[in-house]
């Protein structure tokens, strides 16, 4: 249970579930955006629902407004020209509400801070190796220098 939540906790997890959260609620945005402007623009060159266009693949297929096939075999275009559009429509408008703005604000930021540039693996070894003379020769001062009484050392 203990990994279970610190798995549900991670910022990953959470981070994906307000995607999805958002992602919904957007999604009603861009629908209302297609009906309420795209498929009326659409509408002045040919219908505003898509869905009712299907190729028949027997001699007689009857569709309905809907876009539901009643009878024949029938393949059915519109519905997949509809999601098309509306998945360009709702990438676009991500895109150039979304990514760009903030992109251009992560550049600006960026360009107002210089970032150091990162030490490499033997300038880093090279101050622990300091690091650790230094700290060695800290000790050896502080320790009293051996004596030498005939072939026995000691310590003053």
């Known amino acids: 249970m203990k990994g279970f939540k610190a798995f549900l906790l991670r910022g990953n997890v959470v981070e994906l579930a307000v995607a999805v959260v958002v992602g919904a609620a957007f999604s009603k945005i861009v629908d209302a955006f297609v009906k309420g402007i795209i498929n009326p623009v659409v509408g002045l060159i040919g219908t505003q629902n898509l869905d009712g266009y299907a190729w028949c693949l027997k001699a007689q297929c009857q569709v309905s407004a809907t876009g539901e096939v009643k009878k024949g075999v ?4 519109g519905s997949v020209l509809g999601a098309a559009l509306t998945f360009t429509i709702t990438a676009a408008v991500v895109y150039f509400l979304l990514i760009l703005p ?18 490499t693996e033997v300038e880093l070894l090279t101050e622990i190796r300091d690091l650790l003379a230094r700290e060695a020769a800290g000790r050896q001062a502080t320790v009293p220098a051996p004596t030498d ?4 050392k000691s310590f003053r």
Not at 104 to 115: D, V, Y
Not at 149 to 152: I, L, P, S
């Open 149 to 152: 009484h005939g072939g026995a």
């Open 102 to 119: 903030m992109n251009k604000f992560n550049e600006r930021l960026k360009n107002g801070k210089e970032e150091a540039p990162a030490a």
């Open 74 to 77: 029938a393949i059915a275009y």
